[in-house]
């Protein structure tokens, strides 16, 4: 008997993807106008998981003639902290486009 593969889902926060690539985290949907890239600069160990400590947040046209270029850039001590200040960067920037 032939055992199906669902495709992997995507993991979300507030209805965008993340997609992550080695210390690079991408926020946003391919498609939209903007995106946002988390860098995460270094990580501790907590327990036996490894958390980021340092994640530097940029806002970046995602399409275009100046495709990835950066309009905001800044650094948080964690990633819930880098989430919460690029979801309010990227709802602005797609609203007034």
Excluded at 18 to 30: A, E
């Amino acid at each position: 008997m032939a055992k199906t593969v669902k495709a992997k889902e995507c993991l979300t926060y507030k209805d965008k993807p993340l997609m992550r690539s080695g210390n690079k985290i991408y926020y946003g949907n391919p498609t939209d106008r903007y995106i946002i890239l988390f860098t995460v600069e270094s990580s501790k160990q907590v327990e036996d998981l490894k958390v980021a400590d340092k994640v530097t947040i940029e806002l970046m046209t995602n399409s275009g003639k100046e495709k990835e270029k950066v309009y905001k850039k800044a650094v948080r001590p964690g990633l819930f902290e880098a989430l919460d200040i690029a979801e309010f960067w990227l709802a602005d920037a797609l609203a007034n486009g």
